[in-house]
């Protein structure tokens, strides 16, 4: 069936380094997948999306990679600071379900 | 503006029993979803509404009800509770539909025994 997912449940960096978050997908029909964020006891929150006609797109401090081919994203953080710790989520917009399908999410840890 | 809001932040419940989930937002968004959220898993859809008067099923719709009689409030309906529903349930909001920035609520941490 369709599905969204994230490669690791858990990832820790040190402060100051840069982060990478993957998440693949199987259904190539996805037109569209967003990064949330996701903080202890909160609801999640927006942080970036793309659309399948692009590769790439950037944010603050925040890009988010699409590679179609491989069916696979990924979130890139830079500059990892102690207030990026959360759990991170990708979700995909599957057309024919008209709903997003959210991964299990990544544990991100910034270490001192 | 306040965003959305849930209440009540936190509830316990005996099987069986029926309760009501709240949600509100005043940014006047039309569409409106209901997600739980279970250890180590991601969100699930559970009902979400396009607009007042309009409500559709999500992934995981039995055991609960929806309603949309104004653009600013969509509460959630447990009938009669299982232990299966023990979860946290959020509720997000958006201007125009899931591929719009959606704003969630602080969520409900919902146990039934």
């Known amino acids: 069936g369709e599905s969204v997912g994230l490669h690791l449940p858990t990832l820790s960096v040190q402060e100051g380094d840069n982060s990478i978050i993957n998440c693949a997908y199987s259904n190539s029909a996805s037109d569209y997948f967003i990064w949330y964020k996701q903080e202890s006891g909160k609801g999640p929150q927006f942080i970036i999306d793309?659309?399948?006609?692009?590769d790439k797109r950037q944010g603050q401090r925040v890009t988010v990679l699409l590679n179609k081919t491989v069916k696979h994203l990924s979130l890139q953080i830079a500059a990892t600071q102690p207030g990026d710790s959360a759990v991170y989520f990708c979700?995909?917009?599957?057309?024919?379900?008209?709903?997003?399908?959210f991964g299990s999410g990544t544990q991100l840890t910034v270490l001192p | 503006n306040a965003g959305v809001t849930q209440t009540p932040k936190f509830q316990v419940l005996k099987t069986g029993q029926s309760m009501t989930l709240q949600c509100a937002q005043d940014m006047n968004h039309e569409y409106m979803s209901w997600y739980r959220q279970d250890p180590g898993m991601g969100l699930r859809l559970i009902h979400y509404s396009v607009g007042a008067g309009i409500t559709d099923q999500g992934e995981v719709p039995n055991g609960y009800n929806v309603s949309r009689s104004t653009t600013e409030d969509f509460p959630l309906r447990l009938l009669s509770a299982a232990p299966s529903q023990t979860s946290v349930y959020f509720c997000?909001?958006?201007?125009?539909?899931?591929?719009?920035?959606?704003?969630f609520g602080p969520g409900t941490r919902l146990t039934v025994t």
């Open positions: 997000a909001s958006s201007y125009d539909g899931p591929l719009d920035e959606q704003y």
């Open positions: 979700a995909g917009f599957i057309g024919s379900a008209r709903q997003l399908t």
């Open positions: 793309i659309r399948s006609n692009m």
